[in-house]
């Protein structure tokens, strides 16, 4: 889940939070309900609820948001342009404007102009279709390939930025977050939507969907480290050492267990320990020594 905090109050809430019986909202108690019912909740629960509940409502509402943020960006580049998969202008469906977030305009082998140009909705779409018949026709060698065309572009092979990969993020997270909690699906979707909003800037919204992805996944020991490095990343990006440090202490420490003390991978902990220590205004034994040294 995505949805972390009390709707009422913000708090972060535990996992067997009440919930609206209706929509699914969640609030850390019944008080909090109940204020947030006299508020106002009580007018949008039935839409919320015909939406598909708290939390696809709230993707559907991030992704239109997002998408807006990143047509305007690209309204100069892709001005008087259509869209090289449906060949439109502007979604006949959606309405929204065109996008355009890779390298295509940076070639020089470029033929049209409106090579890499594209709706969100087309190109999430276009992801959605290739993971969903790999998945039909059983094509494991090709799955992580076709996973990659949620943040990818098929053409030149560039990883989308910015505002455009957040948009594609919200739509990964929207495509795929009713499945079951541990599904890989989900957690995968989870991982576009964390580098989307990273890319964004977005670090604060990063560190929910990084806090419910260690939640939910089943990935073994070297995976979740993987998700507790990036999550200590999160928090550093956000200014929050000390919660950065207490997981770099560990990280360090457990990577040593696994990998032994010379293997490069305990070496990059070690690196990412002592940068945490430095950026919290503590020392590790030996720093003054080491400055001293070097002048």
């Known amino acids: 889940m995505i949805l972390t905090n009390c709707a009422a109050c913000a708090a972060p809430l535990a996992h067997d939070a009440p919930r609206c019986v209706r929509c699914k909202t969640r609030y850390c108690n019944s008080t909090c309900q109940h204020d947030h019912w006299r508020r106002g909740h009580k007018q949008i629960c039935k839409k919320i609820h015909r939406a598909g509940n708290a939390e696809q409502y709230n993707a559907d509402k991030k992704y239109k948001e997002a998408v807006k943020v990143a047509v305007e960006a690209c309204a100069e580049d892709t001005k008087g342009q259509k869209c090289y998969i449906c060949l439109e ?31 969100v909705s087309c190109l999430a ?37 910015g505002v455009v990969r957040c948009a594609l993020g919200w739509a990964c997270w929207k495509t795929y977050l009713d499945q079951a909690e541990a599904d890989a699906y989900k957690i995968n979707a989870m ?44 928090y550093e990006r956000l200014g929050c050492h000390a919660e950065a440090l207490a997981i770099r202490r560990i990280e360090y420490v457990r990577g040593a267990e696994i990998y032994g003390n010379s293997h490069e991978q305990t070496f990059n902990y070690a690196l990412g320990f002592t940068t945490s220590l430095r950026a919290s205004g503590q020392k590790c034994r030996g720093d003054s020594t080491t400055t001293s040294r070097h002048g």
């Open 191 to 234: 991982t576009h939507l964390a580098n989307g909003l990273s890319d964004a800037g977005c670090h604060e919204e990063r560190l929910g969907v990084l806090k419910a992805q260690l939640t939910w996944s089943r990935t073994d020991e070297r995976g979740l480290m993987t998700m507790k490095s990036n999550l200590a990343g999160c």
């Open 125 to 161: 779409e276009q992801a959605k279709i290739l993971v969903a018949e790999a998945e039909e026709n059983k094509l494991k060698d090709e799955m992580n390939e076709r996973w990659g065309r949620w943040d990818t572009c098929g053409l030149c092979e560039h990883q989308y930025h």
């Open 89 to 119: 202008a502007v979604h006949s469906r959606t309405g929204e404007g065109l996008v355009r977030g890779c390298a295509c305009g940076d070639r020089d082998d470029v033929s049209s102009p409106e090579l890499g140009v594209a709706h």
